[in-house]
């Protein structure tokens, strides 16, 4: 109680400061949702050259892009810690969030929620929507539960991920600039990873772990096997704890490497 009873009073002074500047919400809003666009307008472009890209047809990608993009909001509105080196470490906030009594990565968290980044995941729910109207798949309800779940374990996964590298910077006060780096690879799990050459595929699936962010999941749905990503995908939200978990384990570790700010 105490934990979502703090949760409730960001919100509240979140949805406080942006009535104040309406405008800016907005175009954040819109900023976020044209990037999306421009995204989802170069995948259909590349289907105007070839009718397949690796065995999966338009319509499959595209509706694998809209489940990228559920998840993907999701986690860009509850982890929007980009600028943490520069405000928590070389500023000092560090030390205010280490007086209280809350879990320090929730702060930091609570303190950096981007609520519009939201819009993204419901366009992206459209977006599968729609595509799934248009391949004809079957509809069951136990596909609610599952797009549930499989949404989590893809969120945990970039949570555990970025968590990590974020927590570099409890080790060295340079800006190491792998965060951008790191983001630009993720975007590769919204394609198909059998596209990609054998290194890559393995990279994306057990090391960097972004194709279960996008492919493998979706695969589910799609019921598209011929690669076998379909008997990938009830793995995914095992994926997500296990690199949520290694995350905290190096940003618990990291916070306590910390030894103010000037360290």
Do not use: C
């Not at 004809?136 to 555990?160: C, E, K, P, Q, R």
């Amino acid at each position: 109680m105490f934990y979502w009873s703090l949760a409730t009073e960001y919100m509240k002074n979140y949805v406080k400061t942006k009535l104040s500047y309406r405008a800016d919400f907005w175009i954040e809003v819109l900023s976020d949702l044209l990037f999306q666009a421009v995204n989802l307008i170069f995948i259909l472009i590349v289907f105007r050259h070839t009718p397949t890209l690796g065995g999966w047809t338009e319509a499959e990608v595209v509706f694998v892009y809209g489940y990228f993009m559920v998840p993907s909001g999701i986690f860009s509105m509850l982890f929007n810690i980009w600028n943490f080196s520069e405000r928590y470490i070389v500023k000092g906030e560090m030390d205010r969030v280490l007086t209280r009594p809350a879990y320090n990565l929730y702060q930091v968290l609570l303190e950096n929620l981007d609520p519009p980044a939201l819009f993204g995941s419901l366009v992206g729910v459209v977006i599968m929507a729609l595509s799934w109207g248009e391949l004809g798949l079957a509809f069951h309800l136990t596909d609610f539960l599952m797009l549930a779940v499989f949404t989590i374990g893809s969120v945990l996964i970039y949570a555990g991920i970025f968590t990590a590298l974020t927590a570099i910077s409890f080790y060295s006060d340079a800006p190491t600039g792998i965060l951008p780096l790191m983001y630009n690879i993720s975007a590769y799990g919204r394609y198909p990873v059998n596209i990609y050459n054998k290194v890559i595929r393995f990279l994306l699936t057990w090391l960097l772990p972004f194709a279960f962010t996008g492919v493998i999941p979706a695969s589910y749905f799609l019921g598209h096997n011929e690669t076998g990503l379909t008997d990938l995908a009830p793995y995914t939200p095992l994926m997500g704890v296990a690199v949520f978990g290694l995350g905290l384990l190096v940003w618990n570790h990291g916070v306590k490497r910390y030894r103010g700010a000037g360290s």
